[in-house]
C-alpha cells in the first residue's frame, strides 16, 4: 500500500499534511497555548478564559467566509482557483511568524489577534487539502486519508523534537537561543516547516480549479447517500476533538503540573500513538468500512475523555493523552474518507465547504462552552467534563440503528 507514495500527486499531498500539521500541534495543541497562558497572559485563569474566546472568534469568522463560498459562492464564480487557496497559505506563513514580536510585557491581546488571523487561514487551506483528496486518489482513498494523516503526524512530531532539543540545549540560559527565547522562535519555526513541506502540492495542482456546485443539488446528494445522520455525529464528535487540540496543553500545565518539557515529550508520544492508529485503524478500514470506524472511535474517545475528569495522577494523564492520540487521528482521517467515498466529485468542495463549516461551529462550541464552564465554576477541571459530552450525544444517532 505505501506503493501509493511513488505517484507525486499522493506524495505531495502527503506532504503538505506534513508541513502544515506543526502549527496545530505548536501553536494550537501542546505548546504555544500554555506559553501565552503563563507568560503573556495577566494570569493563567484569564490565559485560558481568552485562549478560548480566540478560538472561538477564528471560527466564527472562517465559518462567514465558507458560509458565503457555499451559500453565495456560485452566484459570483463557478471555480475557485488553487491560487485563492495559495494566498491563504502565505498568509498562515505570515501570520505565525509575528509570533515572534510577542513575549512576556507585551499586550496580551495583540498575539490573540494574530492567532485569529492563523487560524482563519489555517483552516482555509485544510478545505483546500481536503478538497484535493478526490484530485489526487481515485481509489484507496480511505488508507490515502489516514496516510496522510500519519505524516500530519509525523510532522508534528518532528517539529515538536526540534523544539525539545531547542529547550534541552538552552536550560543553562534561561531558555534563550542566541539572546532569543526559544518559545518565540516557534512562530518562525511553524513558518519555515510550512513553506519548506506545503509547496510540492500547489506545485502539482497550481492550475487546478475546484467547481462549485448547486446547493439544491449537492442537498440532493446528501439525502441520497444518506449522510445526515454521519453529519449530526461528526458535528458533536468533532466538538470533543477540537476542544482536545485546544486545551490539552492547558490542562496538563494547570492540572498536572506539566512543564515545558513535559508537554514536549507528551506531544512526541502522541504523535506516535496518532502515526500507529491511522496506519492501523486505516489498513484495516476497508474491511470495517468508514462510517462504522469513526462510530466505534468515537465510542472508544468518550471513554477516555470521561475517564480526564476523575483521574489525579500523572501517569494516568499519560496513559490516557496516548490511547486518546491513538483514536483521535483515525476518526478525523476517516471522517474525510466518509465524505470523498459518498459524494460525487463534483461536489466535493461543496461537501468539504459544509464540512468545514460544521468544524468551525464546532470550533466555536467546543472552547466557547469549556470557557464558559471554566469562568462560571473558576475550575478548569470542571471544563474537562465537556469533552466526554460530544462524544456521547454524537453515538445518538446510532443507538436504534446499525451503522
Known sequence: MFSLLNNKKIRGWCLFDFGISSYPTLILTFFYGA?????????????????GFAISISSIFTFLILSFLLIQGRQYYRNISSRFFLFFYYLLILSTCLLSLFGEGSNEFYPLIIIVFSFISFEIITLFYNVSLYKVSKKDQGFV????????????????????????????????????????????????????????????????????????????????????????????????VISIFAF???????????????????????????????????????????????????????????????????????????????????????SRAVIVKKIKA?????????YSVLGNICAILGPLTISLVVDINESIRMGVLVIPVFFIVSLIPYIKTSV
Open 346 to 354: 463534483k461536489n466535493q468542495l461543496a461537501a468539504f465547504s459544509f
Open 145 to 240: 486519508s489516514s496516510l496522510g494523516w500519519a505524516f500530519g503526524y509525523l510532522g508534528g512530531l518532528l517539529s515538536l523534537l526540534i523544539i525539545y532539543l531547542l529547550i534541552k540545549s538552552t536550560q543553562e540560559t534561561n531558555f534563550l537561543f542566541k539572546g532569543i527565547s526559544v518559545f518565540l522562535l516557534i512562530g518562525p519555526l511553524v513558518g519555515l516547516w510550512t513553506f519548506i513541506f506545503g509547496s510540492f502540492l500547489f506545485k502539482e495542482l497550481k492550475t487546478t480549479n475546484f467547481e462549485i456546485p448547486d446547493l439544491l443539488k449537492f442537498y440532493e446528494n446528501i439525502k441520497r447517500q444518506n449522510l445526515t445522520r454521519f453529519l449530526f455525529s461528526y458535528f458533536f464528535f468533532n466538538n470533543g
Open 35 to 51: 506559553f501565552y497562558a503563563n507568560t503573556i497572559a495577566t494570569n493563567s485563569l484569564a490565559g485560558t478564559s481568552n485562549w
Open 248 to 334: 490539552a496543553s492547558l490542562f496538563a500545565s494547570f492540572l498536572f503540573k506539566f512543564t515545558e518539557s513535559e508537554i514536549l515529550f507528551l506531544g512526541v508520544f502522541i504523535n506516535l500513538s496518532g502515526i500507529l492508529g491511522c496506519l492501523l485503524i486505516g489498513y484495516y478500514e476497508n474491511r470495517i468500512g468508514s462510517e462504522k470506524s469513526v462510530i466505534i472511535c468515537s465510542l472508544i474517545l468518550f471513554l477516555l475523555s470521561l475517564g480526564l475528569y476523575f483521574i489525579e495522577s500523572s501517569f494516568l494523564f499519560w496513559v490516557i493523552a496516548i490511547l486518546i492520540g491513538f483514536f483521535i487521528g483515525p476518526i478525523q482521517a476517516l
